[in-house]
């Protein structure tokens, strides 16, 4: 069975300064990753995803993701965050890999708090 | 292009009643999944249909369940409600469901609160 740890439910930051979310994962397969971004009182966003070829994704508003099959990982990182970028944030692998399903499994979350 | 379309927004029912939550999918979607989030339990897979079919299901009681309309159109059901089903429930469409690649796009999710 496929599953999902974000060890970090909170992580409070300055603005325009660095921060790294971590997501690990376990999986029995080759596995798709995603992360995606929650505002208040809104549904999620898809922030980027993993799917194959490189292990560095980017997102259109900066973000980036490393998938590490060696450590299981897929961390997101932004090298300077915005007060705008405060959300709540989900790393996702999907259990349809190889199958018919779009069936996600979510991490606990990681709330970003920027702060100026 | 329209997005994914959840209605009503916010409900209130008391215990031992029940409900329906609608979803219209992106146009040309077929495929919709439903989830649960609390603060409790996270979020939590329900069901997915595609072309009116259950495809999977999630490790939920008999009281959730779901369908699928020919247009694509969802709705889920929570019967004898509880407590615990206060939620934001959130669907999700996406064009097929044939593979775990697929992106998924939510809504902006009904929360449920139960008196």
């Known amino acids: 069975a496929q599953s999902v740890t974000q060890l970090d439910s909170q992580v409070p930051v300055f603005e325009e300064a660095p921060v790294e979310l971590r997501c690990n994962y376990s999986s029995s397969v080759s596995v798709y990753l995603f992360w995606y971004v929650q505002y208040p009182n809104q549904g999620l966003q898809l922030l980027l995803k993993y799917l194959s070829g490189s292990t560095l994704v980017e997102s259109i508003n900066g973000f980036e993701a490393e998938f590490n099959k060696s450590q299981t990982s897929f961390h997101l990182r932004k090298p300077s965050v915005h007060i705008s970028d405060t959300a709540e944030y989900f790393c996702a692998v999907s259990a349809g890999y190889g199958g018919a399903t779009n069936k996600l499994i979510f991490g606990t979350g990681t709330l970003l708090a920027v702060q100026p | 292009k329209a997005g994914v379309t959840q209605t009503p927004r916010y409900l209130i029912k008391t215990r031992g009643q029940q409900v329906t939550l609608s979803c219209s999918p992106i146009s040309g979607h077929r495929s919709v999944s439903w989830y649960q989030q609390t603060p409790g339990q996270g979020l939590q897979f329900l069901f997915e249909?595609?072309?009116?079919?259950?495809?999977n299901k999630g490790n939920f009681p008999g009281r959730f369940s779901g369908r699928q309309f020919s247009n694509s159109r969802s709705e889920m059901n929570v019967s004898t409600l509880e407590l615990g089903d206060s939620a934001l429930y959130l669907c999700a469409s996406s064009l097929t469901a044939t593979s775990g690649a697929n992106v998924l796009t939510f809504g902006a999710g009904s929360r449920l609160t139960v008196l």
């Open positions: 249909y595609f072309s009116e079919t259950q495809r």
